[in-house]
């Protein structure tokens, strides 16, 4: 994972000269007030709607860095809503708009003067269900977002891929086959294949939805186990209907309610000393 993160220069000299500007000028900004920032990831009076019905309600939330953060609670309640949000996709639903902020290393992401599309390198997303190009190969469904984003040096794009498979625990498994189409791969493998094509932008935050709903428990292991992983590298915030999964791979929960933050804390206090009566009622089954 680490050698990723260590082909980011070469990653932006493939760019245009206009990406390239934009990119350094979004990336200066960021680490000139990271030191200053003690979070990763800060979302402050974040508000979303779909038309006319509101999805979220004054969410404040602070993330720290390299940490694995959970959010519950039951369907319909805005999980899914809150993490769109953190990387502007939520805007991308007709009809749909927010309000607030979401800072990453002291930025907000919805200030007009930053490229939503560099925020999007930087803030990866893998859905619910796993979601293949269905016409491409396992190579070119990790490389995919590397050409669109103008490289094409093909011995740095091998390089890439090599390292977002490794990074996705699947490289040993697929090493001889990159040329097979992707959708050929098992449930897990899939999904782990996306989170290589995740990777292979070299996203400093990862945000996960339900990531093993649609997997079988061997598979759903397997994703756990990387999950961990790659906190060593990345800040993830993760939605989960399973709490034994919140309460397995998380350093930090939080439950939301019908749209609103009704409690957030490290899990273990979460799931044993909550201080709300309702996540107590939720985490032990009585609802949801």
């Given at each position: 994972m680490q050698q990723i993160i260590?082909?980011?220069?070469?990653?932006?000299?493939?760019?245009?000269?206009?990406?390239?500007?934009?990119?350094?000028?979004?990336?200066?900004?960021?680490?000139?007030?990271?030191?200053?920032q003690p979070y990763k990831v800060s979302i402050k009076k974040l508000e979303a709607w779909f038309g006319t019905?509101?999805?979220?309600?004054?969410?404040n939330?602070?993330?720290?860095?390299?940490?694995?953060?959970?959010?519950?609670?039951?369907?319909?309640?805005?999980?899914t809503t809150l993490i769109?949000?953190?990387?502007?996709?939520?805007?991308?639903?007709?009809?749909?708009?927010?309000?607030?902020q979401v800072i990453i290393d002291g930025i907000d992401i919805y200030d007009r003067n930053i490229d939503p599309v560099i925020i999007k390198r930087?803030?990866?997303?893998?859905?619910?269900?796993?979601?293949?190009?269905?016409?491409?190969?396992?190579?070119?469904?990790?490389?995919?977002?590397?050409k669109l984003n103008g490289v094409k040096d093909r011995q740095l794009i091998d390089e890439i891929v090599k390292e977002s498979l490794q990074g996705a625990g699947l490289w040993e498994e697929v090493r001889n086959e990159l040329d097979r189409p992707g959708m050929g791969l098992s449930?897990?493998?899939?999904?782990?294949?996306c989170i290589a094509r995740a990777l292979a932008?070299?996203?400093?935050v990862l945000l996960m939805d339900e990531p093993t709903s649609a997997l079988d428990p061997?598979?759903?292991s397997k994703i756990e186990e990387l999950v961990h992983d790659l906190e060593q590298e990345l800040t993830i915030i993760i939605v989960t209907h399973n709490m034994q999964q919140a309460a397995r791979v998380s350093d930090y929960t939080a439950f939301l309610y019908l749209g609103e933050l009704v409690e957030y804390g490290p899990t273990k206090k979460i799931f044993e000393n909550p201080e709300k009566e309702l996540t107590e009622r939720y985490i032990s089954g009585k609802f949801g």
């Amino acid at each position: 994972m680490q050698q990723i993160i260590n082909t980011s220069d070469n990653y932006q000299q493939q760019l245009s000269n206009e990406e390239e500007l934009a990119y350094k000028s979004t990336e200066n900004a960021l680490k000139a007030e990271q030191k200053q920032q003690p979070y990763k990831v800060s979302i402050k009076k974040l508000e979303a709607w779909f038309g006319t019905k509101q999805a979220l309600k004054d969410i404040n939330l602070d993330v720290k860095e390299n940490t694995i953060t959970a959010i519950i609670g039951p369907s319909g309640c805005g999980k899914t809503t809150l993490i769109r949000c953190l990387n502007r996709m939520h805007e991308m639903t007709p009809s749909s708009r927010s309000k607030g902020q979401v800072i990453i290393d002291g930025i907000d992401i919805y200030d007009r003067n930053i490229d939503p599309v560099i925020i999007k390198r930087r803030i990866g997303m893998v859905f619910q269900k796993p979601n293949p190009f269905p016409t491409m190969s396992i190579y070119d469904n990790v490389a995919a977002g590397l050409k669109l984003n103008g490289v094409k040096d093909r011995q740095l794009i091998d390089e890439i891929v090599k390292e977002s498979l490794q990074g996705a625990g699947l490289w040993e498994e697929v090493r001889n086959e990159l040329d097979r189409p992707g959708m050929g791969l098992s449930g897990g493998q899939q999904q782990r294949l996306c989170i290589a094509r995740a990777l292979a932008m070299q996203p400093e935050v990862l945000l996960m939805d339900e990531p093993t709903s649609a997997l079988d428990p061997m598979a759903s292991s397997k994703i756990e186990e990387l999950v961990h992983d790659l906190e060593q590298e990345l800040t993830i915030i993760i939605v989960t209907h399973n709490m034994q999964q919140a309460a397995r791979v998380s350093d930090y929960t939080a439950f939301l309610y019908l749209g609103e933050l009704v409690e957030y804390g490290p899990t273990k206090k979460i799931f044993e000393n909550p201080e709300k009566e309702l996540t107590e009622r939720y985490i032990s089954g009585k609802f949801g």
